[in-house]
């Protein structure tokens, strides 16, 4: 059913503060040098993430209902992935920590995990916090554990970033978690991740309960960026934290709506994100049921695709939209001009074991051609061939991608 025109949607949820100003990036402007908001110049970047949790996110509800949600997810995981190929989007998978393992078995107590602590209080369900934990292997049980799945999405070749959604779908509020929880709960996602050459840079909190009182503790733990939910703003510039977390700004969840078409939504959003320099985020549940990924991601995924065909948006995952933001907040620019050219010297405090050493898009203005760009970089940067294009001077500004760690950047004019 759809009841709504485009143009009427956008004024409930306008009225309903949907569309409410959140916070908004600052400029960055070293003597008419400028660092772009976002990578490429784009006025807004994109971003997906998935609360990929199979059996272990649904394990408070009745044994039919959890079993059927884990092998919908299982059947959509394959399809998810090749869509997303199919438009080269990058997405973040929210992980549960468990899934990476192959298998696990019962310790001498009779408890599952016996080494992990237990949250506090559970109100989800009587007994044991690990009682579901069937204490065997993917093939025995593959709603509890993917390592196969995970496989098949780190093969993909747009570049997924795999990311944690706790080790065992913990609530992260006051009363149902401790640090010592939480500190072991990301531990064991760092040990289960690293056969697999990766580490957890992005945290979903599960139910979307956010433990802000840990931001210190995750990001010591290397966790650069969570997805908020906020009361107010559903459209923001990803916000810095004191202690050096990022919060990417929910923007929507994706489902099937009632009284409006879903896409419609999300292009209203996603325009208005294009409009004022705002991050869009959508997640989603891939256990969900395969029509709203026919109905509604797919066409999502469409429009995503050509707004980023007309330069409009950036399609990133979570950690390198927060890693962008971090390298532009921590670089500094300052140029001497001459007659024949110009130097740019970047300085660089980006704290790079976390951050790694994203690229930066400069915007300077010029008002002549460049014949030719100089890199001068330390010796154990990363390779720097994409800033080594050359790219045309428009209107009077030339935009270069640079990484940011990169010391001297010569400009020669013709
Ligand atoms: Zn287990
Ligand atoms: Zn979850």
Same mark, same amino acid.
């Given at each position: 059913?759809?009841? #709504?025109?485009?143009?009427?949607?956008?004024?409930?949820?306008?009225?309903?503060?949907?569309?409410?100003?959140?916070?908004?990036?600052?400029?960055?402007?070293?003597?008419?040098?400028?660092?772009?908001?976002?990578?490429?110049?784009?006025?807004?970047?994109?971003?997906?993430?998935?609360?990929?949790?199979?059996?272990?996110?649904?394990?408070?509800?009745?044994?039919?209902?959890?079993?059927?949600?884990?092998?919908?997810?299982?059947?959509?995981?394959?399809?998810?992935?090749?869509?997303?190929?199919?438009?080269?989007?990058?997405?973040?998978?929210?992980?549960?920590?468990?899934?990476?393992?192959?298998?696990?078995?019962?310790?001498?107590?009779?408890?599952?995990?016996?080494?992990?602590?237990?949250?506090?209080?559970?109100?989800?369900?009587?007994?044991?916090?690990?009682?579901?934990?069937?204490?065997?292997?993917?093939?025995?049980?593959?709603?509890?554990?993917?390592?196969?799945?995970?496989?098949?999405?780190? $093969?993909?070749?747009?570049?997924h970033?795999?990311?944690?959604? $706790?080790?065992?779908?913990?609530?992260?509020?006051?009363?149902?978690?401790?640090?010592?929880?939480?500190?072991m709960?990301?531990?064991?996602?760092?040990?289960?991740m690293?056969?697999?050459? *990766?580490?957890?840079?992005?945290?979903?909190?599960?139910?979307?309960?956010?433990?802000? !009182?840990?931001?210190d503790?995750?990001y010591?733990?290397g966790?650069?960026?969570?997805?908020?939910?906020?009361?107010?703003s559903?459209l923001?510039?990803?916000?810095?934290?004191?202690?050096?977390?990022?919060?990417?700004?929910e923007?929507?969840?994706?489902?099937?709506?009632?009284?409006?078409? #879903?896409?419609?939504?999300? &292009?209203?959003?996603?325009?208005?994100?294009?409009?004022?320099?705002?991050?869009?985020?959508?997640?989603?549940?891939?256990?969900?049921?395969?029509?709203?990924?026919?109905?509604?991601? *797919?066409?999502?995924?469409?429009?995503?695709?050509?707004?980023?065909? &007309?330069?409009?948006?950036?399609?990133?995952?979570?950690?390198?939209?927060?890693?962008?933001?971090?390298?532009?907040e921590?670089?500094?620019?300052?140029?001497?001009?001459?007659?024949?050219?110009?130097?740019?010297?970047?300085?660089?405090?980006?704290?790079?074991?976390?951050?790694?050493?994203?690229?930066?898009?400069?915007?300077?203005?010029?008002?002549?051609?460049?014949?030719?760009?100089?890199?001068? !970089?330390?010796?154990?940067?990363?390779? $720097?061939?994409?800033?080594?294009?050359?790219?045309?001077?428009?209107?009077?500004?030339?935009?270069?991608?640079?990484?940011?760690?990169?010391?001297?950047?010569?400009l020669?004019?013709?």
């Amino acid at each position: 059913m759809r009841t #709504y025109s485009p143009g009427l949607l956008r004024r409930v949820f306008e009225w309903k503060g949907q569309l409410a100003q959140g916070n908004r990036a600052a400029t960055k402007d070293f003597g008419g040098i400028e660092i772009a908001p976002f990578k490429n110049n784009s006025p807004a970047a994109v971003s997906i993430s998935a609360d990929f949790e199979m059996a272990w996110g649904w394990r408070s509800r009745p044994g039919p209902e959890c079993a059927s949600k884990a092998a919908n997810e299982r059947r959509n995981v394959p399809s998810l992935l090749r869509a997303l190929e199919e438009y080269r989007i990058p997405i973040t998978w929210a992980t549960v920590g468990h899934l990476f393992l192959e298998s696990c078995t019962r310790g001498n107590c009779g408890l599952a995990h016996a080494d992990m602590p237990r949250p506090p209080r559970n109100e989800r369900w009587d007994g044991d916090w690990y009682r579901h934990d069937p204490c065997a292997n993917v093939n025995e049980a593959p709603a509890w554990y993917a390592p196969d799945l995970i496989a098949t999405i780190l $093969s993909s070749s747009v570049g997924h970033e795999l990311a944690s959604h $706790s080790f065992s779908h913990i609530d992260f509020s006051v009363t149902t978690s401790t640090p010592e929880l939480v500190r072991m709960e990301i531990s064991a996602c760092i040990k289960a991740m690293d056969p697999f050459g *990766i580490r957890p840079r992005s945290l979903v909190f599960c139910h979307n309960r956010m433990g802000y !009182q840990y931001s210190d503790l995750l990001y010591e733990m290397g966790i650069i960026v969570v997805r908020h939910r906020d009361s107010r703003s559903r459209l923001a510039y990803p916000e810095r934290t004191a202690s050096g977390l990022y919060k990417l700004y929910e923007s929507m969840n994706l489902r099937l709506a009632t009284y409006y078409n #879903y896409v419609d939504k999300a &292009k209203i959003f996603i325009d208005e994100a294009i409009r004022r320099g705002d991050a869009y985020h959508m997640w989603f549940h891939p256990s969900d049921e395969p029509n709203v990924f026919e109905e509604a991601f *797919i066409p999502i995924l469409d429009h995503i695709d050509s707004q980023r065909g &007309k330069g409009l948006v950036w399609v990133s995952t979570m950690a390198d939209l927060a890693a962008y933001c971090e390298a532009r907040e921590k670089t500094t620019i300052s140029a001497i001009r001459s007659q024949s050219g110009m130097t740019l010297t970047l300085e660089s405090s980006l704290d790079t074991s976390k951050f790694g050493n994203p690229y930066l898009t400069l915007l300077i203005p010029l008002d002549r051609p460049v014949t030719k760009i100089v890199y001068d !970089q330390d010796n154990d940067s990363q390779d $720097s061939t994409a800033a080594r294009r050359t790219h045309p001077v428009e209107n009077k500004r030339l935009i270069l991608n640079v990484p940011c760690k990169t010391k001297r950047v010569q400009l020669f004019f013709s």
